[in-house]
């Protein structure tokens, strides 16, 4: 799935299927221009396939769109780290 073409919001889907702690989830960066931030705010958006609650990770700001391309590259596909952010942002 290629970034959206907004200028101001950038989706890209990084994992279909990714469990965490029993609760299996989809994964989304999320990159949008926001007010009082230079470049994009970048968070990562786990949404659950079934039973559970939305996790999300703000991730520091990207300063261009070529660095949230960068992320996004680093990112999927890495469900080792996918899996280890989810952990941070559930708060365990």
Do not use: F
């Amino acid at each position: 799935m290629a970034l959206s073409r907004s200028s101001s919001w950038k989706e890209h889907r990084l994992a279909n299927r990714l469990e965490c702690d029993g609760t299996e989830y989809s994964v989304d960066l999320v990159a949008r221009k926001a007010t009082g931030v230079e470049g994009w705010k970048v968070t990562l958006v786990y949404l659950p396939r079934g039973e559970g609650q939305e996790v999300k990770v703000d991730l520091p700001n990207a300063a261009s769109t070529a660095e949230v391309r960068r992320l996004v590259t680093e990112l999927e596909g890495a469900d080792a780290r996918l899996l280890e952010l989810c952990r941070q942002g559930a708060g365990g």
